[in-house]
């Protein structure tokens, strides 16, 4: 009696107390993700509504809800400092791409070898990126400078006529940023590509080898084929670190000399927060979101348009 | 892992003149990779005089701590001079709240988008996912309005709310999609037996999430010890985190240009997320790629 009495307990209960339960438990999930959904929803695309307000506003050092339609992107497109800062974000952007993807895919290539101590070089490789660009910001700002730096280096070692002054030369000061930014970032693309790579099916290298073709060809004709997908990650993630590049802009040259090296993001920090034209700097993070919403919308249309086809 | 094909093949490789020029050319590119962090250290070491004297790579004729003793106790960022301790602190006690926070409601937020879905939590994620995308320049003006309307502006508080903000879908994504490669027949026989939303998250998922937990904790501890955005738009003076008073401290205009201090400081700056890559590098990278792999 004892022990059907012990058996039927925990079956008529949990019944009974899974009626009301249910009830809550359907509630949970929807009640944990709910503070992330009110984030979402108020700081993302709330705030991102708010911004466009902004710049349709006349809002100068306080906000103003005074709408003027076009007429701080009009500003804006007639600010010489804004188109300075636009081109150099187009001149960064695509040096700063290009050169990391190219650098990347080599070292990993070279990387791929079966080479001994592969993971103390890519340690070596990757460590810049787990640094803040301040710091490679202030670094380089040292290593680069025109008295002491590098030139002052090469020149104690014999080459007395090397010159370096491109920080503060206002024809070059934009490209001093792509080293910077290349030498902070090219390890990561390395990793991504020597992960694409590790992740191709060797029977299909080895199939090529029989037939008789060369290294260089393998990689050319079929490896590098093979990592598509890499290419635009990297690209996407490499486009969307230049478009808020703001930290290394501000370390490195303060956009200076001048404006010579300035970029949006730098631009619209300073028209927002410190010289008081807050509609003019809203009207420009428009504009950012527009440049990353022209990269990120086709991306994310293959992208789905692909899942579909599998 | 063919570890005994690798072998043999390193074994006859080296006598190759090609496999010379590789190990050549990956050296070069170490070194060049090495150069910033050396010459910061090198620099960090010497005194004023000798830094003019010398150059980049000379070492040091006398190392010397007072680089890092004024840059850590009395140097100065804008206009005061108490070196960049406090701003160190400042940066930890943001970074640690910020972190748990931000992990522990992604991993919630995972465990609900991967085993609890409702119509419309795949949109909701996407959604959320798109706008870790968007440059953050976009939202600025209006959470600073709002964190003074809260009275957060310019506190602690206020940046560890900001970066909880903006770092919870990355943390949500990285345990939903850890999570969705959990065999969902696990969940269910849990609800079969009548375990409840809470019970199955502590007692089956929970104990097997150590390797995602790390990879978030590391990459949250990296992105928001690195931020310098938001910690100059929404703090001000004393709550100011290390990488402002970095900035402030390497552009101040008064005085002698100190570039041991600079540096010096620049290498504190550096040294928490340095440590953490060096000793757990292996999560560190697969959070870096698991932010491009998106699901």
Same mark, same amino acid.
């Given at each position: 009696m004892s022990t059907s009495h012990v058996l039927s307990e925990p079956v008529i209960r949990p019944q009974s107390k899974r009626f009301s339960l249910d009830g809550l438990q359907k509630w949970l999930p929807k009640l944990v993700l709910a503070p992330t959904m009110l984030i979402t929803i108020v700081c993302i695309y709330g705030y991102m509504a708010w911004t466009t307000l902004i710049s349709f506003s006349n809002s100068s050092f306080l906000p103003s809800y005074k709408l003027v339609g076009f007429k701080q992107y009009i500003k804006l497109l007639d600010n010489d400092r804004w188109l300075v800062s636009s081109t150099?974000?187009?001149?960064?952007?695509?040096?700063?791409?290009?050169?990391?993807? !190219?650098? %990347?895919?080599?070292?990993?290539?070279?990387?791929?070898?079966?080479?001994?101590?592969?993971?103390?070089?890519?340690?070596?490789?990757?460590?810049?990126?787990?640094i803040s660009f301040i710091v490679t910001g202030t670094a380089w700002k040292w290593i680069l400078n025109p008295g002491l730096g590098l030139e002052k280096m090469l020149n104690d070692w014999g080459w007395s006529s090397f010159q370096f002054d491109w920080l503060v030369d206002p024809q070059m000061s934009i490209y001093t940023l792509v080293i910077?930014?290349?030498?902070?970032?090219?390890?990561?693309?390395?990793?991504?590509?020597?992960?694409?790579?590790?992740?191709?099916?060797?029977?299909? !290298?080895?199939?090529?080898?029989?037939?008789?073709?060369?290294?260089?060809?393998?990689?050319?004709?079929?490896?590098?084929?093979?990592?598509?997908? !890499?290419?635009?990650?990297?690209?996407?993630?490499?486009?969307?670190?230049?478009?808020?590049?703001?930290?290394?802009?501000?370390?490195?040259?303060?956009? %200076?000399?001048?404006?010579?090296?300035d970029l949006p993001a730098l631009f619209m920090y300073s028209h927002a927060f410190t010289r008081g034209q807050m509609g003019l700097g809203a009207a420009s993070a428009m504009m950012m979101l527009a440049g990353v919403l022209a990269i990120l919308v086709p991306y994310l249309y293959s992208e789905l348009r692909g899942q579909r086809h599998d | 892992m063919t570890s005994t094909t690798v072998n043999t093949e390193v074994m006859k490789k080296p006598l190759q003149p090609g496999r010379w020029l590789i190990y050549g050319i990956l050296i070069l590119f170490a070194l060049i990779y090495l150069m910033p962090l050396i010459v910061m250290l090198l620099t960090s070491f010497k005194t004023s005089a000798d830094i003019r004297s010398g150059n980049l790579m000379s070492l040091p004729t006398e190392w010397v701590f007072d680089g890092w003793i004024k840059a850590w106790g009395s140097a100065c960022t804008g206009v005061n001079c108490?070196?960049?301790?406090?701003?160190?602190?400042?940066?930890?006690?943001?970074?640690?709240?910020?972190?748990?926070?931000?992990?522990?409601?992604?991993?919630?937020?995972?465990?609900?988008?991967?085993?609890?879905?409702?119509?419309?939590?795949?949109?909701?994620?996407?959604?959320?996912?798109?706008?870790c995308f968007i440059p953050f320049q976009v939202i600025l003006l209006?959470?600073?309005?709002?964190?003074?309307?809260?009275?957060?502006?310019?506190?602690?508080?206020?940046? =560890?709310? =900001?970066?909880?903000?903006?770092?919870?879908?990355?943390?949500?994504?990285?345990?939903?999609?850890?999570? =969705?490669?959990?065999?969902?027949?696990?969940?269910?026989?849990?609800?079969?037996?009548?375990?409840g939303f809470f019970t199955i998250f502590f007692r089956i998922l929970?104990?097997?999430?150590?390797?995602?937990?790390?990879?978030?904790?590391?990459?949250?501890?990296?992105?928001?010890?690195?931020?310098?955005?938001?910690?100059?738009?929404?703090?001000?003076?004393?709550?100011?985190?290390?990488?402002?008073?970095?900035?402030?401290l390497v552009n101040t205009s008064t005085g002698v240009k100190e570039y041991n201090v600079d540096m010096a400081a620049a290498i504190l700056a550096a040294l928490p997320t340095l440590l953490v890559y060096f000793f757990a590098g292996k999560y560190f990278v697969r959070g870096l790629t698991a932010g491009v792999v998106k699901g």
């Open positions: 150099n974000l187009l001149i960064f952007g695509l040096l700063f791409i290009a050169i990391c993807l !190219v650098l %990347g895919i080599f070292l990993a290539i070279l990387l791929d070898q079966q080479i001994q101590q592969e993971g103390a070089i890519r340690t070596i490789f990757l460590y810049p990126m787990a910077a930014a290349v030498w902070q970032s090219s390890g990561f693309v390395m990793a991504l590509f020597l992960a694409g790579l590790r992740g191709i099916d060797p029977a299909i !290298v080895k199939a090529a080898q029989i037939d008789g073709a060369s290294k260089p060809t393998i990689y050319r004709r079929i490896v590098l084929p093979c990592l598509r997908p !890499v290419f635009f990650s990297a690209i996407i993630v490499l486009s969307h670190i230049a478009i808020k590049s703001f930290d290394l802009v501000t370390a490195l040259t303060s956009g %200076g000399p001048g404006y010579s090296s | 108490d070196g960049i301790k406090g701003y160190f602190w400042n940066s930890m006690q943001m970074v640690i709240p910020a972190v748990l926070i931000s992990t522990m409601m992604g991993a919630f937020n995972g465990y609900v988008l991967a085993k609890w879905r409702f119509r419309g939590s795949d949109l909701f994620f996407s959604l959320m996912l798109f706008g209006p959470m600073a309005q709002s964190l003074g309307y809260v009275g957060l502006a310019n506190t602690t508080a206020g940046l =560890v709310t =900001v970066h909880v903000i903006y770092g919870v879908a990355f943390t949500t994504m990285f345990f939903r999609n850890y999570y =969705v490669s959990i065999p969902d027949e696990l969940v269910k026989a849990a609800k079969l037996d009548g375990a929970l104990p097997i999430s150590k390797p995602i937990f790390m990879v978030c904790v590391i990459w949250q501890f990296t992105a928001i010890w690195n931020d310098f955005l938001f910690g100059v738009v929404y703090s001000a003076g004393d709550t100011q985190p290390m990488t402002v008073a970095l900035n402030n």
